[in-house]
């Protein structure tokens, strides 16, 4: 089955920096890749996603890139502010299989300090 | 709209008993998706019906199941309950004929003693 990869597990930043978090995946069935923002508390909420047919897309301060051939995808939030902080998610799945599944990373708590 | 809604939000269970939980789906949304979080760690796959039919069923012992209702909702049920199920249960609904986005409820927090 897919297995996901999350790097780092941690990250802090300054306010205003660049935070970069990387995934990795197994199964090259996998099309849709999508990131999840967890606040204390609350469910995952999806902040973008990318298909498999697109290599990057970008939502303003955020952007999600996608080398299919070495089965990277990476999130991006350029000047970060203090309401970034929260665990990240990665995501793999193949949506045109039967119980199309997401399969997560372990998560990156992200750290914004002021 | 409201988004997916599930209860209870916690729910505090003895070893050896049985839970339900519930989750109403986000209006036209036919499909739903149970995960379980544990503390520390990304959200595992369930379960995920769609149209009331099992789609798919993530590595979990039969003790648990689910089920869907003909509106849409869902409720996952676990019998014999262990300490190791004490976790944040997450239920997930999407527009299968629209975007492949998931959209999550913000969970039930189980704690088993």
């Known amino acids: 089955g897919e297995n996901v990869e999350q790097h780092p597990s941690t990250l802090s930043v300054q306010e205003g920096d660049s935070a970069v978090i990387k995934c990795t995946y197994s199964?090259?069935?996998?099309?849709?890749f999508p990131w999840y923002k967890q606040e204390l508390g609350k469910g995952p909420q999806l902040i973008i996603d990318i298909r498999s047919n697109v290599g990057e897309k970008k939502d303003q301060r955020i952007a999600v890139t996608l080398n299919k051939t070495a089965k990277h995808f990476s999130l991006h939030i350029t000047e970060t502010q203090p309401e970034d902080s929260a665990v990240y998610f990665c995501a793999a799945s193949s949506v045109k299989a039967a119980g199309n599944k997401l399969t997560f990373g372990g998560g990156t708590r992200v750290l914004v300090k002021p | 709209d409201a988004g997916v809604t599930q209860s209870p939000t916690h729910l505090i269970k003895t070893r050896g008993q049985q839970v339900t939980l519930r989750c109403s789906p986000i209006?036209?949304?036919?499909?739903v998706s149970w995960y379980q979080q544990v503390l520390g760690q990304g959200p595992q796959f369930i379960f995920q019906y769609y149209e009331k039919e099992e789609r798919g069923r993530g590595n979990f012992p039969d003790r648990f199941s689910a089920r869907q209702f003909p509106n849409y909702s869902s409720e996952l049920n676990v019998n014999a309950l262990l300490l190791g199920d004490s976790a944040l249960y997450l239920c997930?609904?999407?527009?299968?004929?629209?975007?492949?986005?998931?959209?999550f409820g913000s969970g039930t927090r189980l704690t088993v003693v």
């Open positions: 997930a609904s999407r527009d299968e004929t629209g975007g492949w986005g998931y959209t």
């Open positions: 199964d090259s069935a996998s099309n849709y």
């Open positions: 209006s036209g949304h036919k499909s």
